[in-house]
């Protein structure tokens, strides 16, 4: 038996490579990373990651995760209908054309495709091409896929939680008094590879009270299926970090309460129809409320009296080796006080071999921090801040000209 578990392992992870949606996300997170960067390059001439960071975000944790919520769902001998995981996949790609990736949660991929197997299984259709071993219809059939659905859900906030907060794009945006102000952007995709049970031929079950939730067959196979899980917020009353923590931490609480209540469907399988419409309806006010919530606060990055906010920091640049950090503001560059983007570019050519800053940190602590500034190196130092449109040709022959050497140079070799 156990080497026949063994070889059905093995045809799920294969059949993984054959699931269209595996190749269709690797297209869509790529593209994700190449339209960031346009709007990046567009609003302040630089990219903070590269194109290829959504795409290098897309599987490792993904994989760690599935493996573990895969334990979760053999272990617990989750049956789950052919019919459900097709329809998640076409909800998938349904919702990916609407480009708004916070539809690509669970409760609306794997939601809609609950009451679409209920839907279409209750009237006995059959898909065409596809071979399914799912029994005729019975409510025995629906609180497998809730309690599929409340695992995702926890998955996707342990998804926003540890990997939705890094890598934040600064963004400008127009303000409510038409003043430009900055924002910072999540918007993130996942895949989640989950092995799931399905009626099928090749297992037989290996204990009695197994599996806890069946859909009334008595064999099964294995299959990997690719699972996307989507997440956008747009950040503009806090620390970009602290706000995503937050809401990870939010739907990792709803998630498991939705998981709990899906074990109603034991005792009473109808109750799975109330928990998954619960799970839709309440995600929905979750974000909602974080929308409302975010959009009452003031603008965090904006132009300041005193000193210039940091928006962003460009990786290996010389703030980031400085240790300057998102949400702080540069009060002070080489002794001289500056409030714009102009002064302290002014500020910046007093030594052009050193830097000192005054830095306030997102803690209202005041530190000083300092640089050798070499050839190369990026003339604000990789420091975005909240700025006017600018004329980027203009801003262009300034830097030529910085770095030219047969106008100055002291950058030391």
Same mark, same amino acid.
């Given at each position: 038996?156990?080497?026949?578990w063994g070889i059905e392992l093995l045809k799920g992870v294969e059949r993984l490579f054959? +699931?269209?949606? $595996?190749?269709?996300?690797?297209?869509?997170?790529?593209?994700?990373?190449?339209?960031?960067?346009?709007?990046?390059?567009?609003?302040?001439?630089?990219?903070?990651?590269?194109?290829?960071?959504?795409?290098?975000?897309?599987?490792? =944790?993904?994989?760690?995760?599935?493996?573990?919520?895969?334990?979760?769902?053999?272990?617990?001998?989750?049956?789950?209908?052919?019919?459900?995981?097709?329809?998640?996949?076409?909800?998938?790609?349904?919702?990916?054309?609407?480009?708004?990736?916070? %539809?690509?949660?669970?409760?609306?991929?794997?939601?809609?495709?609950? %009451?679409?197997?209920?839907?279409?299984?209750?009237?006995?259709?059959?898909?065409?091409?596809?071979?399914? +071993?799912?029994?005729?219809?019975?409510?025995?059939? &629906?609180?497998?896929?809730?309690?599929?659905?409340?695992?995702?859900?926890?998955?996707?906030?342990?998804?926003?939680?540890?990997?939705?907060?890094?890598?934040?794009?600064?963004?400008?945006?127009?303000?409510?008094?038409?003043?430009?102000?900055?924002?910072?952007?999540?918007?993130?995709?996942?895949?989640?590879? =989950?092995?799931? *049970?399905?009626?099928?031929?090749?297992?037989?079950?290996?204990?009695?009270?197994?599996?806890?939730?069946?859909?009334?067959?008595?064999?099964?196979?294995?299959?990997?299926?690719? $699972?996307?899980?989507?997440?956008?917020?747009?950040?503009?009353?806090?620390?970009?970090?602290?706000?995503?923590?937050?809401?990870?931490?939010?739907? *990792?609480?709803?998630?498991?309460?939705?998981?709990?209540?899906?074990?109603?469907?034991?005792?009473?399988?109808?109750?799975?129809?109330?928990?998954?419409?619960?799970?839709?309806?309440?995600?929905?006010?979750?974000?909602?409320?974080?929308?409302?919530?975010?959009?009452?606060?003031?603008?965090? $990055?904006?132009?300041?009296?005193?000193?210039?906010?940091?928006?962003?920091?460009?990786?290996?640049?010389?703030?980031?080796?400085?240790? &300057?950090?998102?949400?702080?503001?540069?009060?002070?560059?080489?002794?001289?006080?500056?409030?714009?983007?102009?002064?302290?570019?002014?500020?910046?050519?007093?030594?052009?071999?050193?830097?000192?800053?005054?830095?306030?940190?997102?803690?209202?602590? *005041?530190? $000083?921090?300092?640089?050798? =500034?070499?050839?190369?190196?990026?003339?604000?130092?990789?420091?975005?801040?909240?700025?006017?449109?600018?004329?980027?040709?203009?801003?262009?022959?300034?830097?030529?000209?910085?770095?030219?050497?047969?106008?100055?140079? +002291?950058?030391?070799?």
């Open positions: 038996m156990a080497l026949d054959l +699931h269209p949606l $595996f190749y269709y996300l690797l297209v869509v997170a790529a593209m994700l990373g190449i339209s960031r960067v346009k709007r990046e390059r567009k609003q302040f001439h630089v990219r903070v990651k590269n194109a290829y960071y959504e795409l290098r975000q897309l599987l490792p =944790l993904g994989f760690i995760l599935g493996l573990s919520l895969s334990v979760v769902t053999i272990g617990a001998g989750l049956v789950i209908p052919m019919e459900t995981i097709i329809f998640v996949a076409l909800f998938t790609f349904l919702w990916s054309l609407t480009t708004n990736f916070r %539809f690509l949660s669970p409760v609306y991929t794997v939601g809609f495709a609950f %009451f679409t197997t209920l839907f279409f299984l209750s009237k006995k259709w059959s898909l065409p091409l596809i071979e399914s +071993h799912t029994p005729e219809w019975n409510p025995s059939i &629906l609180p497998s896929i809730a309690a599929l659905l409340g695992l995702l859900i926890v998955a996707e906030g342990i998804f926003i939680f540890r990997n939705g907060r890094k890598g934040t794009s600064p963004k400008l945006i127009k303000g409510k008094r038409g003043m430009r102000v900055g924002v910072h952007e999540v918007k993130r995709l996942w895949m989640l590879p =989950l092995f799931l *049970i399905i009626p099928g031929e090749a297992l037989q079950a290996p204990f009695e009270w197994w599996p806890v939730f069946s859909v009334g067959g008595q064999t099964y196979s294995i299959l990997l299926v690719p $699972f996307a899980i989507g997440y956008y917020q747009q950040i503009q009353g806090k620390l970009p970090v602290m706000a995503v923590k937050q809401t990870g931490k939010k739907i *990792i609480l709803f998630g498991v309460v939705i998981t709990i209540l899906s074990a109603a469907g034991y005792w009473y399988p109808l109750a799975a129809i109330v928990v998954t419409a619960l799970a839709m309806i309440g995600r929905e006010i979750l974000s909602m409320r974080q929308r409302i919530v975010e959009d009452n606060l003031p603008f965090y $990055f904006s132009m300041r009296n005193q000193g210039v906010m940091i928006l962003g920091v460009i990786p290996d640049s010389p703030a980031e080796k400085m240790g &300057l950090q998102v949400g702080e503001v540069v009060s002070k560059v080489n002794g001289v006080t500056v409030a714009d983007e102009e002064s302290f570019y002014d500020a910046m050519q007093k030594n052009r071999a050193h830097c000192k800053l005054e830095v306030l940190d997102v803690n209202d602590q *005041i530190r $000083f921090v300092q640089r050798a =500034l070499y050839e190369g190196d990026h003339y604000q130092l990789g420091i975005l801040f909240v700025q006017d449109e600018k004329n980027w040709a203009e801003e262009d022959r300034v830097m030529k000209q910085q770095n030219d050497p047969t106008v100055i140079n +002291h950058f030391p070799e």
